[in-house]
């Protein structure tokens, strides 16, 4: 369970969210919908103890992140980027997060296996291409083998394969009663995986509710996050 | 010409270049201030053996911004630190936006030969002032030759860095390298204690362009690193050969390597 | 704080340590250090040869490549905690390992760990070359005084990695970090000799060098090795406390 309760933050004097609520519940997989620079990787970076807020909380379980006691096997956590040094080997990457987190070495070998990367673990992660740095977070991510997962854009620069696989991932996660919290701006593949919206757009929640309540009288949730981010965008500019 | 525009304008978008620019233009003038202090009463005694060094010493210093100049220009195409970036190696932009890569390095070359010379130009304009207000009259005269000596020096100096910066294609090795040879303990002293060789590496040959023009009247040649071993146009002229022999060899290697390996 | 089990320090002390071993650049700088470190041990030996045999003692020559070497270490410092801001590291580090003060003591100490057998290692190749070039020239020595001097030469580079490493994390980018603590090694302190001659002796590399230079007759020591030791870890500890207070403190 993540409870995000009235988070502020400011950087500069520029306010990037301005009170933000939100729960992503178990066994549900909830979309984190916006524009770009709206504020979803702001509150994922909060909710993940990498920025800290001005006001406001983002909780797991209850507890903000830094204080879990376990991190790596409560919430599983994939942001944008690769998250490794480019002169580290994909292997030696997971193999320290293993460590740190006290996991057998064994289980490295199992999420390179389940995200495809077993052939290229041995690679320089320099040399990965955009969609296998995807999948070398997701292998990170996944290493704990937590009940809570938070993906910022996890389908970006995947193939349709990779795009198809983590969509049926999460929809499993899920189903055994996982959380599962994730940010995009790609809607068509997002109305496919998800059952919760969040729909963020200039540091404020607009919309918050179950993908049918979303859509409401829209043809599709692209036509429902239009509708809702550019009349929002209207209101405030 | 639109490459190198191109060039001057990616320099100057550097945060690091502010760094470059704050040492190039104000350590020589602080060097200069503390050695003239220093050595002011042994001037006015008129005793002091390294009058005509004086202020010069600043520029010796100050090259190690034009140092940070050449290999900032290079290292920021292959290396970014940033939290946010994945991986993302500005080169590989750079290289599809001009005609060929010879034409990059030219205009990336023609960008940090000016930057270096308007530097030092700036460099001597705060160090002229800075040792006569503190000498007064016993100030030395800058001569002209050995000014354009300096700004050779800054110039070939900005262009090592950058030559060895696209063979290592990482700022670590040059910087440590250039930075601790421009300082007073540098490499090429220790050297010249073994070999006469080491007064044809770079930066000792460079020197020669403006320092160490009174020690040969002072004291017979004892083979310390500090007396005269060329004349000015000769130390230019084995610098230089330095320079092009570097980028030759960096310009054929980034010729035959591939944009992000 | 909440973790203080024994199990957690070694974890993430060798999750640490991992990192540092099987980052490439790590292993090059000891290795590029230690070739260095031989090469100037040959260059002064034969420079202390051809200068008037038995003048300068062999120890005196045997460290004197410590000036230079101590760049190596000041790299290897940056690149350990500059390597976690490349390519985005710092996110999965802190998301594994939440608890930011003691991730980075932990850092500290992996670095310690590594650093302290290179830096004898290191010290002691350089000494030994000396030794074994100038065995028929080189006046009385001791082995104690050598022995003393090689523990303050690796304690000295130890705390001079640990004192960059703190920088680099201030600073959290190579290029400036490294300009910032070489143009203070290598051009600001040689030039304070002249105008700061007495503060000068407080000064971290200053007061570094006092704890392997062995004392001789016409040039007196300000501290002793020990007086020595006590400063540069006074400095190394304010670094590293500013490090850990910022790291706390700043937006990942």
Redesign the interface.
Known sequence: MLTINNLVKHRGNQEILSGISFKARPGRVTGFLGPNGAGKSSTL?IL?????ATSGSALINGKP?????N??TT?G?A?D?????????GR??L???A????LPQSRVEEVLEIVGLTNAAGKR??SYSLGMGKRLGMA?ALLGDPEILVLDEPVNGLDPQGIRWIRTFLRERAASGNTVLLSSHLMGELAETVDDVVIINHGKIVADGTLEEIIGNHSTLEEAFFDLTSEHAGDVV | MRAFNAELSKLFSLP?IW?AFL?GVFAPAV?AA?DS??QKEEIIAGVSTRLSEVGYIGLG?GV?GVI?LG??AV?SEY?T???????GQQITTSLTVVKSRFHFLLAKAGAVTVISILLCIVAMMTIVPTTHLILGEYAPAFEWTRLIGAVCYWTFTALLALGMTLLTKN??IP??VL??NS???S?SV??S??TKLAFYLPDRAGLEMFMFTSDKFHTPSTGSFFDRFHTPFTGGLVMFAWVVVIFIVAAIVFHRRDAAS | M??SSC??IT??L???L??LV????ICLTIMGTFILNLF?AA??T??GL?AAAGTQSMLNIGLASM??LQ?GFI?LGI?AT???????????T???????GFQLSMKYLALAVITLPAAFIIAASGILYTFIMMRDTAVGFEIDTIIEALVGATGYLTLTTLLSAAMGALF?????A??VL??YY??VS??TI??LPKFRSYFPDTAGSYMYIPPSADEINVLTPIQATGVLMLWTLIFITAAIVFYR?R??
Do not use: N
Not at chain 1, 48 to 52: A, H, I, M, S, T
Not at chain 2, 81 to 87: A, D, I, T, V
């Open positions: 970076r993940l103890g990498l920025d800290r992140f830094t204080e879990l006691h991190p790596l919430v956590a942001l980027g690769f998250g490794a040094h480019r002169m580290r080997t030696a990457h193999r320290w997060i460590r740190a987190a006290g992660v320099g990170a | 690091g760094l040492i060097v503390l202090l220093a210093f190690q940070i290999v900032l290292s290396l630190e940033s939290s946010e970036s994945g991986g700022g670590i910087l440590a930075m601790i300082s007073v303990v490499f220790l050297l204690k073994i | 909440r973790v199990r957690k974890q993430i060798r999750a640490e991992d990192k099987t980052l490439p650049w100037l260059t002064f034969s420079a051809q000036r230079y760049a790299i690149l500059c390597s976690e801001y490349t390519g985005g590291q710092i996110r999965t802190l998301t594994t390992i939440p608890w930011r959290r980018r190579t290029t400036p490294l300009v070489l143009g290598f051009v040689p030039l002249d105008f403190r937006d990942a």
